[in-house]
């Protein structure tokens, strides 16, 4: 499973753009690139997944370059409310294995008025 | 309306105690897990059931057995409670060939 890394913490403002990056050197043909996010005392909630290029939903953009060696997390006019961990994890979601993936210690955002 | 439900929300119990934490989804999904969250926020997978049969156990001490009533329901039985068994406890689920892993909003459990 391919290991990720990704910034301990960010800072950022309401309103502002942020962009937050993991890094995946070693991702498998079939691995997918999944972001989940974590309010205190909440569990993980799916935010976005892509495979190559650029996914978009109502919540947030995935970049992904063709060598898919790394991927970015774009989470466009922030409010207080994205105060929170955001997890990248890299591995086939169908797989076995991904379910055994270990979260890690994610990016801590912390949005101020 | 809660999709992935576990209570106890908070559980605060003394060594050498037994409890469970039980979980439900009512979303459908046949593959349900127990993830465990220590302090230092890492999250690990522990068990997977998928249509009540175990698929994925973790190594995890024998005093931790999971239970599966039905695919909608995932109860995680404790034995003997240890302190560093303190942690959060997620239940989660994933429909049937779906991508997406639903987590429960976790059991605080406090072992004194």
């Known amino acids: 499973l391919a290991k990720t890394t990704q910034p301990i913490s960010m800072d950022s403002y309401e309103g502002q753009e942020v962009n937050i990056t993991c890094s995946h050197n070693?991702?498998?043909?079939?691995?997918?690139i999944t972001w989940y996010q974590q309010f205190p005392s909440q569990g993980p909630r799916f935010i976005i997944q892509g495979y190559k290029t650029k996914v978009t939903n109502e919540v947030a953009s995935l970049f992904i370059p063709a060598d898919r060696k790394s991927s970015t997390l774009s989470l466009p006019r922030v409010s207080l409310s994205d105060t929170a961990v955001y997890y990248c994890?890299?591995?086939?979601?169908?797989?076995?294995?991904?379910?055994?993936?270990?979260f890690g210690t994610g990016t801590r955002l912390l949005v101020s008025p | 309306d809660t999709a992935v439900s576990q209570t106890p929300k908070y559980l605060v119990t003394q060594m050498g105690n037994d409890k469970s934490i039980k979980c439900e989804q009512n979303?459908?999904?046949?593959?349900m897990y127990w993830y465990k969250q220590d302090s230092k926020k890492f999250l690990k997978i522990m068990f997977s059931y998928n249509n009540k049969e175990l698929i994925i156990n973790e190594t995890v001490p024998n005093r931790f057995s999971p239970k599966s009533p039905d695919k909608a329901h995932l109860n995680l039985h404790i034995n003997s409670l240890e302190l560093g068994d303190s942690a959060v406890y997620f239940c989660?689920?994933?429909?049937?060939?779906?991508?997406?892993?639903?987590f429960g909003e976790g059991s605080w459990l406090t072992v004194v």
């Open positions: 070693n991702i498998a043909t079939n691995d997918y």
């Open positions: 994890l890299v591995g086939d979601p169908r797989n076995t294995g991904f379910q055994k993936l270990v």
């Open positions: 979303l459908g999904h046949d593959t």
């Open positions: 989660a689920s994933r429909p049937p060939g779906g991508n997406t892993i639903y």
